[in-house]
């Protein structure tokens, strides 16, 4: 899997946007670009993946790029609940049987 | 809705013990997949299952046997426990491999003295 590479550490203020963003340079044509969170103590929880075109979902919305070199997860809300370790993965698609997580960056909500 | 259910939650083992964590999981996922969490490392890959009667090693499985005799059970065992398996396994499924959502389990935290 391609590498990708994520700020080590983000604060943002209860209630407000946080933009996480992923560079991702040496994405090939096929490769998928997911998002977890892993939460204290617990195991990773999907949070959303796409391609190409942006994507939204109940959780969160993933801005990627036209030349699809970085991608930003966007929290349009931060909760107290959203304080975790955010992994961006690239994922090769159909056959694809292994994600490579990285340290991924941890976000500290502010009440 | 169960989810993914891991056993243990907590062991201490000793060095050369061995044991059995077990993962079941009742969304009838045909992917099933164990990984381990280090200190300031990410998760990494230990062996998968992409269905009953089929497993493949993924980046660390040495020290680690898994057999799939049904859709529901992925249990994996450590035959020789070495004081470097200290750590946390997670088990994992889907229903496409990698592609889809994974669900992961709690968690299981093994210590090796």
């Known amino acids: 899997d391609a590498k990708t590479t994520q700020p080590n550490s983000m604060e943002s203020n209860e209630e407000e946007p946080v933009h996480l963003p992923c560079n991702h340079s040496?994405?090939?044509?096929?490769?998928?670009i997911h998002w977890y969170r892993q939460l204290p103590s617990q195991g990773p929880e999907y949070v959303i993946h796409g391609l190409t075109s942006n994507v939204n979902n109940r959780m969160a919305s993933l801005a990627i790029a036209e030349d699809r070199k970085s991608s930003t997860l966007i929290l349009h809300r931060a909760t107290l609940r959203d304080a975790a370790v955010y992994y961006c993965?690239?994922?090769?698609?159909?056959?694809?049987?292994?994600?490579?997580f990285g340290k991924g960056t941890k976000l500290s909500v502010i009440p | 809705n169960a989810g993914v259910t891991q056993t243990p939650k907590f062991q201490v083992l000793k060095t050369g013990q061995s044991m059995t964590l077990q993962c079941a999981q009742d969304?009838?996922?045909?992917?099933m997949s164990w990984y381990r969490q280090d200190p300031g490392m990410g998760l990494r890959l230990i062996h998968y299952?992409?269905?009953?009667?089929?497993?493949d090693q993924g980046e660390v499985p040495n020290g680690y046997n898994v057999s799939r005799s049904t859709t529901e059970d992925f249990p994996l065992r450590l035959l020789s426990a070495a004081p470097s398996q200290t750590s946390v396994y997670f088990c994992a499924s889907s229903v496409a491999g990698a592609t889809g959502e994974l669900f992961f389990g709690e968690g299981s935290r093994l210590t090796v003295l």
């Open positions: 299952s992409v269905g009953a009667g089929i497993t």
């Open positions: 040496t994405i090939s044509g096929t490769d998928y």
């Open positions: 969304m009838n996922h045909e992917y």
């Open positions: 993965i690239l994922n090769e698609g159909a056959g694809s049987y292994q994600l490579t």
